[in-house]
Protein backbone atom coordinates (compact mmCIF):
# COMPACT_ATOMS: atom_id res chain seq x y z
CA UNK A 1 0.00 0.00 0.00
CA UNK A 2 1.56 3.41 -0.88
CA UNK A 3 1.37 6.16 0.71
CA UNK A 4 -0.90 9.50 -0.72
CA UNK A 5 1.67 12.12 -1.47
CA UNK A 6 1.90 15.78 -0.54
CA UNK A 7 1.36 17.10 -4.34
CA UNK A 8 -1.67 14.84 -5.02
CA UNK A 9 -3.00 16.39 -2.12
CA UNK A 10 -2.01 19.84 -3.11
CA UNK A 11 -3.14 19.11 -6.83
CA UNK A 12 -6.92 17.83 -5.44
CA UNK A 13 -7.04 21.03 -2.99
CA UNK A 14 -6.05 23.13 -6.10
CA UNK A 15 -8.26 21.63 -8.15
CA UNK A 16 -11.36 22.04 -5.72
CA UNK A 17 -12.04 18.44 -5.58
CA UNK A 18 -14.85 17.16 -3.14
CA UNK A 19 -14.58 13.87 -1.35
CA UNK A 20 -16.66 12.16 -3.70
CA UNK A 21 -14.81 13.02 -6.89
CA UNK A 22 -11.76 11.86 -5.46
CA UNK A 23 -13.44 8.58 -4.25
CA UNK A 24 -14.96 7.86 -7.84
CA UNK A 25 -11.46 8.61 -9.44
CA UNK A 26 -9.58 6.70 -6.98
CA UNK A 27 -12.30 3.60 -7.90
CA UNK A 28 -11.90 3.71 -11.51
CA UNK A 29 -8.01 3.56 -10.56
CA UNK A 30 -8.17 0.35 -9.06
CA UNK A 31 -7.94 0.80 -5.24
CA UNK A 32 -9.70 -0.61 -2.15
CA UNK A 33 -12.10 0.97 -0.07
CA UNK A 34 -9.34 1.35 3.17
CA UNK A 35 -6.55 3.14 1.12
CA UNK A 36 -9.47 5.46 -0.39
CA UNK A 37 -10.76 5.77 2.81
CA UNK A 38 -7.12 7.01 3.96
CA UNK A 39 -6.90 8.94 1.48
CA UNK A 40 -10.16 11.16 1.61
CA UNK A 41 -8.98 11.51 5.46
CA UNK A 42 -6.07 12.97 4.11
CA UNK A 43 -7.62 15.70 2.25
CA UNK A 44 -10.05 16.49 4.46
CA UNK A 45 -7.33 16.80 7.61
CA UNK A 46 -4.86 19.09 4.47
CA UNK A 47 -7.58 21.29 2.97
CA UNK A 48 -8.50 21.70 6.88
CA UNK A 49 -5.09 22.91 7.66
CA UNK A 50 -4.82 25.76 5.50
CA UNK A 51 -8.71 26.54 6.43
CA UNK A 52 -7.24 26.93 10.06
CA UNK A 53 -4.03 28.64 9.00
CA UNK A 54 -5.83 31.61 7.35
CA UNK A 55 -8.09 31.75 10.19
CA UNK A 56 -5.38 31.86 12.95
CA UNK A 57 -3.74 34.85 10.75
CA UNK A 58 -7.31 37.01 10.62
CA UNK A 59 -7.48 36.72 14.60
CA UNK A 60 -3.84 37.34 14.86
CA UNK A 61 -4.04 40.19 12.77
CA UNK A 62 -7.28 41.50 14.73
CA UNK A 63 -6.18 41.49 18.22
CA UNK A 64 -2.75 43.35 16.70
CA UNK A 65 -4.85 45.78 15.32
CA UNK A 66 -7.06 45.92 18.49
CA UNK A 67 -4.19 46.30 20.83
CA UNK A 68 -2.71 49.13 19.01
CA UNK A 69 -5.64 50.69 18.89
CA UNK A 70 -5.99 50.19 22.88
CA UNK A 71 -2.51 51.61 23.43
CA UNK A 72 -2.59 54.53 21.12
CA UNK A 73 -6.24 55.48 22.43
CA UNK A 74 -4.58 55.21 26.15
CA UNK A 75 -1.42 57.37 25.16
CA UNK A 76 -3.35 59.65 22.96
CA UNK A 77 -0.07 61.30 20.69
CA UNK A 78 -2.98 62.30 18.39
CA UNK A 79 -5.80 64.37 20.10
CA UNK A 80 -6.99 65.34 17.27
CA UNK A 81 -7.62 61.87 15.97
CA UNK A 82 -8.70 60.24 19.24
CA UNK A 83 -12.07 58.79 18.54
CA UNK A 84 -10.73 58.12 14.70
CA UNK A 85 -8.42 55.98 16.64
CA UNK A 86 -10.63 54.04 19.32
CA UNK A 87 -13.34 53.53 17.70
CA UNK A 88 -12.06 53.04 14.13
CA UNK A 89 -9.52 50.47 14.99
CA UNK A 90 -12.08 48.79 16.93
CA UNK A 91 -14.48 48.48 14.64
CA UNK A 92 -11.98 47.09 11.99
CA UNK A 93 -10.31 44.88 14.80
CA UNK A 94 -14.03 43.51 15.75
CA UNK A 95 -14.65 43.06 12.32
CA UNK A 96 -11.56 41.01 11.47
CA UNK A 97 -11.46 38.90 14.61
CA UNK A 98 -15.32 37.74 13.46
CA UNK A 99 -13.87 37.16 10.24
CA UNK A 100 -11.37 34.52 11.28
CA UNK A 101 -13.84 32.77 13.69
CA UNK A 102 -16.53 32.31 10.70
CA UNK A 103 -13.57 30.80 8.81
CA UNK A 104 -12.32 29.03 11.94
CA UNK A 105 -15.75 27.57 13.33
CA UNK A 106 -17.50 27.68 9.54
CA UNK A 107 -18.25 23.57 9.12
Known sequence: MEAISQKVLESWISSHYKPEQIMLELQAKGYDENYIHTCIEAFKKALNSRR????ILLLGTGAFIGFVGCVLSLINPFPDY????????TAVA??????GLYTLLEP
Open 52 to 55: QFNS
Open 82 to 89: YYWILYGS
Open 94 to 99: ACIIFA
